[in-house]
C-alpha cells in the first residue's frame, strides 16, 4: 500500500499568456507542493509578477491550465483560502491598520467572532500592535508591508504568496518575515516566495522556480539546483590539463554507467573547455556536475601526481545560478 | 455576497475622506443663500402691486427650478468626480489588487461600488431637494404635488453618469475617461438648450438632435423631465423656462430610455472589468 501523495498547492501546466503581441509567459509548467516554501526567481521583466497574478486569477492565461489547491486558479473556494501580499503593498491609506485587517477579515469570510482577535494577533506578530488604530497614511513604507502581511494572513490561509516581502524592510525586518515564513512552514502553510533577495530565498525556500525571458529554466530542490557546483582549486604544475582528462574520463565514467543501467547518459564524455578555467591567480575553477565528481575529479589529480594543495567551494551558488541564468537562459 | 461589503467601503471613504462633511457644509450653506433668495424674492413680489400672488408664485417656482438644476449640476459633478477613476483609478494605485484576490466577484466589485455611489447622491439630493421644495412651499405657502418626483429623476440622470463613469473606467484610464464623461456631458447639456430653442423655432432637424443627444446620454432629457415636474401644467412657459426648464415635458420614454442607458453602460463595466488582466 502506497500513501496518497498530497495534491500539490500550485500546478502550472503548459501556461502561455500574451499581451497583445509581447509574449509575457511562454509555456511555463511548475509545480509547489502543499506545505513547502517555494521560491520564485527571476530578473526584471522575466515574467514573474505575470505568473503570480494568473495564480491569483488576476489575469487569464492564454493557454494551459493552472490548478490551485486542487481547484482552477481564481476560483472564489480557491482565493478563500490564499493569502497574498502585493509587491506594491499599496493599500487604501485613509484606514487604520485595524481597520484595514478587519476589512480583510470580512472579505475573507472570517467569523465575526474571531476577527477583532485574529486583528490584534497579527498586529502583534508583525510588530505593530501599539499602531492598530492609526491611519496607513501615517505608516512608513516599512510598516505598509508589515501592514500588508499581516492582511495576507488574516483568512488563515493554506497557501502565503508573498511578493517581494521584505524589499522595504530593514534587516532586522527581514529576518522577523523569515522566522514568521518558517513559523508558516511548521503550521504545513505553503509559502509562494516571490523574490529578488536571493540569500532570503537560500535560507528559507525548500524548492525554486528561476524564469527568464517568461520560461522556466531551473525548478527543483535547492539541493538538486546547486549541485552543478564550482569549485576552486589550488594545485601543482600541469594542474589543467590533467584536471580536464580527468574531467573527461569522469564524465566517460558516468555515461557509461547509465547507458548500461539503460539511464539517460546525460552529458557526453567530453569535458567542455568552460568547465575547466584558470584564474589570474593560476587556481583552477572546475566546474562539475556532482559533489562526487568533485571529489573524483580530485583523487584522479592526486593519482596522477599533481600535487593538490586546496579546495574550496565557490562563492553563492544561488547567486552564480541566478546570474548564469540571466545572461544566459539557461540554468 | 460581497457587494455590500463593497458599497459599505465606499460609504466610509466618503466619510473618512471628508467628502460627506465637504459636502454637507457645502449644501448647508447652499441652501441658506437659496432660502434667503426666495425669502426675499418672494417678498420684493408680493410688495409689488402689479403683480398678482399667482403670478408671484410662479415666478419663486421658476425660481425653485433654477435652484434644482444648480443643485442637478452639482450632484452631475460629484457623480463624475465619484466614480470617474472608481476602477481604474484604484488599479494603477495598486489598492485594488489585494481585494480583487479575496473571494469576491469582480461583479460584486463594479455593482458594490455603483451602490455605494448610488446612496451618497441619493441621499444627497434627496435631502438637499427636499430641502428646497419645502423652503419654497413654506414661503409661498404654495405647493406643486408633483414637486416630489424631481428628486428621484434627478438621481436617475446622476445614476446614468455614474454608470456611464463606470464603464470608462474599467476599460480606459482616468484622465482619458475623465475627458469622455465631461465632454459627453457637455454635449448632452448644449444639445438640451438647443433642442428647448428647437421648440421656439419650431425647427425639427434641431429638435431630432436635441432628442438623439438624449438617448446617447439622457441627463438632460431626465433633468428636463425632472423640472416639469415643478410646473402644474408638466411644462414651464417661455418665459419661466430659460435654459433651466422645459418648454415641452419629454414623454415616459426618456424614463425607459435612462434605464436602458444605465443598463448598457453597468453591463460595459461588468463584462470589461470581469475580463481584465490586473
Redesign the interface.
Known sequence: MTAATPEPAIQVTDVTKR?GGILAVDRVSLTAAAGEVFGFLGPNGAGKSTIV?LV?????ATSGNIQVLGRPAGS??V??R?G???E?F???E??TAAQLLQ??A????VPARRRAGRTAELLDLVGLGARANERLSTFSKGMMQRV?LA??LI?DPQLVILDEPTSALDPIGRREVRDLIRGLRRQGVTVFLNSHLLSEVERVCDRVAIINRGRVVAQGALSELLETQEVDVRAGPGAAEAARRALSAEAAASAGAAAASGEDAGRSGEAAAHDVQVTADGRLRIRAASDAQVAAVVRRLVEAGVPVYDVRPVGDSLEDLFVRVAETGDA | M?AH?IAG?TLR?AF??RIVLAAALLTVGFLALFGLGVWLGYRDLQSDPTTSPEVAASLIGVLLAGGLWSLNFIASMLAIFLSVGSLSGELD???L?????????RSEIVLGKFAGFTLMLAVFIGVSASAMIVTVAVITGRLVATSWLAPPLMLAASMTLVGLAMAGSSRIGTLANGVMVFTLFSTALVAGVLEQVAVLLDNALLFDIGVFSGVVLPTRALWSMASAQLSDGGAFTEVQAGTTGALIAPSGWTLLVGALHLAVTLGIALRAFG?R??
Do not use: C, M, N
Request: glycine share 8%; proline share 4%; charged share 25%.
Open positions: 499581451y497574478k491569483l486569477g488576476l489575469a487569464s472564489l473556494e482565493r478563500a490564499i497574498y501580499l502585493p506594491t499599496r493599500f487604501h485613509w484606514l476589512f480583510h470580512r472579505l475573507a469570510r500588508g492582511q495576507a483568512g | 460581497s461589503l467601503f471613504e473618512q475622506r494605485q495598486g489598492t489588487h489585494a481585494i480583487a484576490a479575496r473571494p469576491v466577484r475580463r488582466d490586473f
